[in-house]
């Protein structure tokens, strides 16, 4: 029943994220009222949320139900810790079955994650830019995707390494069966090769690089943009000056990209502390076991949870984007 809940649980995330994406992309395609510098950054969010939707979700649920996930890696560690191997669903041993360039593409959520937060920044200091500096010059379209193609290069680069040192290894092992019985099995595991504290300075520079330190940034935007709003004497435009105020439109756009940005802290918050305490916590062989287990599962579908909450808030804060939804199906 378990697992039949978990599945359920990742298929519904699954197919909600990928039509809402896919769904964003369109409207924006479609729609030439909708194509400007900050939806552009809005699709490649949107892309980024694909990419780990088709590529991520489905490695994570094998990887959670049929390998045991990162409890592998410490299996037959020179540390001699003693973990869970694979999981056994419905009696049946299941380990990595996929080889080696499957295995290094599970490093594909931290590449979804790394771009994800780094469109939000150029989101948030796009809208920075157009609320402070309203007269300068406004980003062109080709300056939008050079940022774009720099974000999926800075995020590739970071992954990389990550990817490099995924790989395959085989372990002799005696496995009890439910009747009491042994059995002998070459069993092959999907595992991170870190050097010694290789992965925790890893777990705690990617933690720095691409949560907090843009999230900082973010709300330093933000904040400045909502101190300038409260500042503006016409809200809503209604000046017949030449200089008015922040309109209505601006305004609930940047509500919209606000929401976008705390759901996203918001969802993968509980992934980032799972993987402080996995590091840094000193835990026991069991404890360990048991929070890679049980942990990793929850907290990863909460944050694939962020990937299809998107285009649900973009058709419920943006009547553009509600209305583009309409007419991608008319």
Known sequence: PVTVVFVSCFSLIF???LAGNVLVCLVVVKDRSLRNVTNYFVVNLAISDLLVTLLGMPLTLVSDILVGDRADTAAGSESGRSV???FTVMYAVACWRFGPVVCQLTTLQGLSLAASILTLVAIAADRYRAVLYPTARKLKPSEAFAVIGFVWMLSIATMVP???LQEVVSRHSTLMMVSDRHRDEIISFCVESWGEGGREAYTATFFSLYYILPLVVIAVLYVRISLRISHQPNLFGLSHNKNPGI???KLEVIKMLVVVVILFTVC???YHVVSFVAD???LSPEQEKTLLAYAYPIVRWLGYCNSCMNPIVYGYCNKNFRKGFKNVFK
Do not use: E, R
């Open 280 to 282: 840094f916590g000193g």
């Open 84 to 86: 869970i191997a694979c």
């Open 247 to 249: 309109s209505a439109q």
């Open 15 to 17: 197919l909600l994220s």
């Open 268 to 270: 993968w918050m509980p």
């Open 162 to 164: 990550h990817a490099l």
